[in-house]
């Protein structure tokens, strides 16, 4: 089965492809990302209505970082009409699965069915980390101390066929197990349908997932300062040096179990049910803001269609050694979560049909440590987000609009949600880059008197 067949219809991503053009003197045009689509891809990891979470606080915190989706499941013991009103008071919806050593899919369909009919259901999700947290299922142990990935195989086998047989959830996609990397016997994992010639224990053909999953935290191997971390964490090749797309799919981390070649990677539908990084001995406060926001944007830009973030809010029950939320436990928000609802309100955008369109723009010199994003709003505004990931220093860029604009706004998330500065009848915008967002704001009929686009 080929990787095109894979990506729902809802999923096609114009970021895959290189859209920005880089040190060239001529403007090109480029087709707008919906901004919409960008918000939709922002999520967190949240336990809701227990280990110390209280739903009131969840949702308010969730509107006010603007989230769209949150990761969760069965695991999380409460009805499922908890879910449905966070729902219909935030507008959030779920990832769905039986998390860390769960198996028991009846339940999983069953209660997924009513989530689905209250529009409340994003997608489903395998097992979260086999390899530390084992399964049983059908009696086979799987995973974790166990010799054999076989159960874990198996379970994600008919989970995948459950939701495709059932008239009411075949059209939501089905997303894989984290940490395929550490597969111990090659079941095959590593892909998302099982090809020809594979060789592995798993018969050919074997469908798991419509996504791949991973949790590329920010921080591996790497804890000191380094340019272009979070771009690196997003990288879908061998050149990541995180626990990234490549050794989990690519050649796993653990066996060296072939999988994707890296053209294929480039392509392959993905999602990430856990990134971050702690507030500590290595990253400040005002670092970890730094980072959630620039990764987020380099996650979307580098193609993955969904990110959740660990965590919502620090764990009150692990003996304090959790920090990675956008909130503290008593709820306090961080930098972070400041620094979120500030770029969410600024591109601020409802869920809708409406098509992007494009502009002609370019950025000569653009740094290898900055990056740019073109987004559109349904009212038609434009919101050019360019970002930079340098460790010190500034660069000095200029963006070239192509044509004059009336008014140009740029804004500043870590400031505040209003403009830092309005530019008029300009074409040519400076800006100076270091280690956080720009957002570059014009109307799509903008153009001052005399000039078209």
Same mark, same amino acid.
């Given at each position: ?143 974790? +101390? ?16 459950? @939701? ?19 597969? +111990? ?123 959740? @973030? ?144």
């Amino acid at each position: 089965m080929s990787l095109r067949s894979l990506l729902p219809a809802f999923a096609c991503l114009s970021v895959l492809a290189p859209a920005v053009v880089h040190a060239q003197a001529t403007t090109s045009a480029v087709t707008a990302v919906r901004a919409a689509d960008f918000l939709s891809s922002i999520g967190a990891c949240s336990d809701i209505d227990q280990r110390g979470e209280h739903v009131e606080q969840t949702a308010s915190c969730a509107s006010y970082l603007g989230l769209r989706w949150i990761r969760t499941g069965i695991e999380v013991r409460k009805p499922v009409s908890l879910f449905i009103t966070l729902h219909q008071q935030t507008g959030l919806r779920f990832s769905w699965s039986t998390l860390s050593g769960g198996t028991n899919l009846t339940r999983l369909i069953e209660t997924a069915r009513e989530l689905a009919a209250a529009d409340a259901l994003l997608a489903f999700e395998g097992p979260n980390e086999p390899n530390n947290w084992g399964i049983t299922y059908q009696g086979e142990k799987g995973g974790g +101390k166990a010799p054999s990935w076989l159960a874990v195989a198996k379970y994600q086998r008919d989970l995948y066929q459950a @939701v495709k047989s059932d008239p009411l959830l075949k059209r939501y996609p089905v997303w894989g197990i984290s940490e395929t990397g550490a597969e +111990k016997d090659n079941v095959g994992l590593q892909y998302l349908v099982i090809p020809p010639g594979a060789g592995t224990l798993m018969p050919e053909g074997t469908r798991y997932a419509d996504f791949a999953v991973c949790h590329n935290y920010i921080i591996h191997s790497h804890p000191k300062p380094i340019e272009n971390r979070t771009w690196n964490a997003a990288d879908p090749t061998a050149v990541c040096q995180v626990d990234g797309l490549f050794g989990n799919y690519g050649v796993t981390w653990g066996r060296k179990f072939r999988g994707y070649s890296e053209a294929e990677l480039l392509k392959l539908p993905r999602v990430t049910t856990e990134t971050g990084c702690t507030v500590g001995k290595d990253v400040t406060e005002q670092q970890h803001g730094l980072f959630l926001l620039s990764m987020y944007l380099d996650q979307f830009k580098r193609g993955w269609r969904y990110t959740s @973030v660990y965590l919502l809010r620090d764990r009150s029950d692990e003996g304090g050694n959790q920090a990675f939320g956008f909130y503290k436990a008593d709820y306090t928000p961080r930098l972070a979560g400041v620094y979120l609802h500030n770029l969410t309100t600024i591109l601020a955008d409802p869920e809708t049909s409406k098509s992007s369109g494009s502009w002609a723009y370019a950025i000569p010199s653009l740094p290898a440590t900055a990056h740019d994003l073109l987004l559109q709003k349904n009212d038609g505004t434009f919101a050019l987000v360019v970002w930079g990931e340098r460790v010190s220093g500034s660069d000095a860029v200029t963006v070239d609009l192509g044509t004059a604009v009336a008014a140009v706004k740029i804004y500043d998330p870590t400031v505040g949600t209003e403009p830092v500065q309005t530019l008029h009848n300009v074409q040519a915008v400076p800006l100076t880059l270091n280690d956080h967002p720009l957002i570059v704001s014009w109307q799509e009929s903008g153009a001052a008197a005399g000039h078209g686009l």
